[in-house]
């Protein structure tokens, strides 16, 4: 039995170059628009004397501390190999998404604490100004606007880590929409209204953040691609010229990679050459056409 590892191929690596650098350019705008949320809310708080769209600014800044999470995450994660780990960086995104799933979660409690104590010392605090209702207004559309146009760039570069931050986004703009009917129902006289609705987006929130981190932590535990995405890479393995047989089918989560590990059945009365170019064969082909970021090949005679 023999093994065949080769490099990335150029092509691969362009691939990833091109996925760093819309990754970096839809965080900077999210630092960008969550600076300028977080003053905007937190000033006409104050002015205002909305609790709810104080509460709002101080969650707009846990985005900016996802946003740096991401930013550094997908820096490491470009790392080239080196002693200390062999296999490359890009489990720092992983690791990123498992952070951005515990911070979901903490606001995700935080809300849901807040929300309790709100209701059970709800004693009819006087109506807000209704400036904090067009901030808040405000706020919601830029937060939507900024999560979809995040999740628009997570979807196209195939992002985990991305994903989870625009999911955040999205959180953002739920608790937006919770001051805003908060607001409301302050003008109107029904102050209750505005710990109920910050209770139920808690909720949400919490699942949200339950979800991304649990996927991430079976990440990190060299969970494998999904069965459909299994038999798509055992198909072209199988197409390859040159393969008569394939078992010991392996996969693990990389980032957003996958790393391959399999046996090809060849036949034994080749060449040791030809016998390689068949491994190397079907390894450029999982390459080409899967998200996979390395294939170790082991040729079996037969």
Do not use: C
Request: charged share 20%; no cysteine; glycine share 6%.
């Amino acid at each position: 039995m023999s093994i065949v590892d080769l490099n990335q191929p150029d092509d691969e690596q362009a691939r990833e170059m091109a996925r760093y650098e819309a990754g970096r350019s839809s965080t900077r705008v999210s630092v960008a628009v969550n600076v300028g949320l977080t003053s905007l809310q937190v000033a006409a708080g104050l002015i205002t004397g909305s609790q709810a769209l104080l509460a709002d600014g101080v969650h707009s800044l846990s985005d900016l501390i996802a946003d740096l999470v991401v930013l550094v995450a997908a820096r490491q994660s470009r790392k080239k190999a080196d002693a200390d780990h062999q296999y490359g960086h890009q489990r720092y995104e992983n690791a990123a998404s498992l952070a951005l799933g515990g911070l979901l979660l903490a606001v995700g409690v935080g809300m849901l604490i807040s929300a309790a104590h709100k209701i059970q010392v709800h004693d009819h605090p006087a109506p807000v100004h209704i400036g904090a209702l067009w901030v808040a207004l405000s706020a919601l559309l830029a937060k939507e606007l900024l999560f979809r146009y995040m999740l628009r760039v997570a979807q196209t570069v195939r992002s985990s880590m991305l994903i989870a931050n625009a999911w955040h986004a999205r959180s953002d703009a739920a608790s937006s929409l919770v001051v805003a009917v908060g607001i409301v129902g302050s003008l109107f006289g029904y102050t209750l209204l505005d710990p109920v609705a910050a209770a139920v987006v808690g909720l949400l929130v919490l699942r949200m953040g339950w979800r991304f981190f649990w996927a991430a932590l079976n990440d990190l535990m060299d969970r494998a691609v999904s069965m459909e995405e299994m038999q798509a890479i055992r198909s072209t393995l199988s197409d390859t010229p040159g393969v008569l047989g394939i078992h010991d089918l392996r996969t693990r989560r990389m980032g957003d990679f996958a790393q391959v590990d399999v046996h090809l059945e060849i036949d034994g009365t080749l060449s040791v050459t030809e016998g390689h170019a068949i491994a190397a064969a079907a390894r450029a082909s999982v390459l080409a056409r899967h998200h996979v970021l390395d294939v170790m090949v082991h040729v079996d005679p037969v």
